[in-house]
């Protein structure tokens, strides 16, 4: 089994900053893309950014230049930090992974539980 655990939203003012971790763990052979989607109330999930197990990185629009993906693949861990939060970026943030398990020919998306982040005005 593969799991996705999240830490680190919160309540913030805007302007202010968050640091979101994502950990892999379990029965893992190798992770392709690390990466975090959001969605707030009433709209669909929508990719914030993502990196590949070579480090390339994309970011969607709204978030270039105050959000910073990265990757330890010791831990396998990925980070979000979020600077200048600005209301909209109020949502549940989700850590998204594709991973190859041991004794699997493929890949799977797996998905953590959600976080909330909310940034006051």
């Known amino acids: 089994q593969v799991q996705l655990v999240e830490s680190g939203g919160g309540l913030v003012q805007a302007g202010g900053s968050l640091r979101l971790s994502c950990a892999a763990s379990?029965?893992?052979?190798?992770?392709?893309?690390m990466g975090w989607y959001r969605q707030a109330p009433g709209k669909q999930r929508d990719l914030v950014a993502i990196?590949?197990?070579?480090?390339?990185?994309t970011y969607v629009d709204s978030v270039k230049g105050r959000f910073t993906i990265s990757r330890d693949n010791a831990k396998n861990t990925v980070y979000l930090q979020m600077n200048s939060l600005r209301p909209e970026d109020t949502a549940v943030y989700y850590c998204y992974a594709r991973i190859k398990p041991w004794g699997h020919v493929r890949s799977y998306d797996y998905w953590g539980q959600g976080t909330q982040v909310t940034v006051s005005s």
């Open positions: 990196i590949s197990n070579d480090g390339s990185t």
């Open positions: 379990g029965s893992i052979n190798s992770i392709n893309a």
